[in-house]
């Protein structure tokens, strides 16, 4: 089975610190993924990345930069975290860019105080 | 963008099947429907997907309207770990998008 970790289950920062979340698969897949969750709006796409050093914006990019300098893993930065970012995150992966069949981690609760 | 509308709750007994409807006027003719589902403190999961016609699998089954414009993930005997919320998401573009979906009750 497909395994997409997430380095931290909970996470708690204050406003302005910096914030890396770590997100690595085990498949080899191409495409990897980060949302965010939130009471009432569902799932909301940050960024995406087809390929190694290669990042694509979302529905939701600012406030957010990403990294992916090896195939397995994409990283998510707060550059200087807000109060309203506290959210769920959760990364996802996929083999194949057309249809998408997306592996998600367990994901990252993080609080801003 | 493709725009879904789920209700926002049902409820089900256990062993009897679960009918989840989902609407998507929107979607392009090459836009395949997928289905996920969330549970409890965990990253969603997928289910199915379908472009025109049915679907099977082992976790449930998905019909599509002759017209693509709504579609119904079948569960054909709910069980208490299927209660989560399930989302129905139309493969558009570059992204997959996620509404509210439908969350699940069974009861015993």
């Known amino acids: 089975d497909v395994k997409v970790t997430q380095s931290s289950r909970y996470l708690v920062k204050r406003t302005g610190e910096k914030v890396f979340l770590e997100c690595v698969q085990d498949?080899?897949?191409?495409?990897m993924f980060w949302y965010r969750q939130d009471p009432g709006l569902g799932l909301r796409l940050i960024y995406f990345?087809?390929?190694?050093?290669?990042?694509e914006k979302g529905d939701i990019p600012e406030g957010y930069s990403v990294s992916r300098e090896k195939k397995e893993r994409f990283s998510l930065i707060l550059e200087s975290a807000s109060t309203n970012q506290t959210s769920m995150y959760l990364c996802?992966?996929?083999?194949?860019?057309?249809?998408?069949?997306?592996?998600f981690g367990s994901g990252t609760q993080l609080s801003v105080l | 963008d493709a725009k879904t509308t789920q209700p926002n709750s049902m409820e089900s007994n256990e062993e009897e099947p679960v009918h989840l409807p989902c609407n998507h006027s929107?979607?392009?003719?090459?836009?395949?429907i997928h289905w996920y589902r969330q549970l409890p403190s965990q990253g969603p999961e997928y289910v199915i997907h379908?472009?025109?016609s049915n679907v099977n699998n082992r976790m449930a089954s998905l019909a599509i309207a002759e017209d693509r414009k709504s579609s119904t993930l079948i569960l054909h005997r709910a069980t208490l770990r299927d209660a989560a919320v399930y989302y129905c998401?139309?493969?558009?573009?570059?992204?997959?998008?996620f509404g509210g979906g439908t969350r699940l009750m069974v009861k015993p």
């Open positions: 379908g472009l025109t």
């Open positions: 929107t979607i392009s003719g090459t836009d395949y």
């Open positions: 998401v139309p493969n558009a573009g570059n992204m997959l998008t």
């Open positions: 996802a992966s996929s083999s194949d860019r057309v249809l998408k069949k997306l592996f």
């Open positions: 990345s087809y390929d190694v050093k290669m990042k």
């Open positions: 498949m080899d897949h191409e495409n």
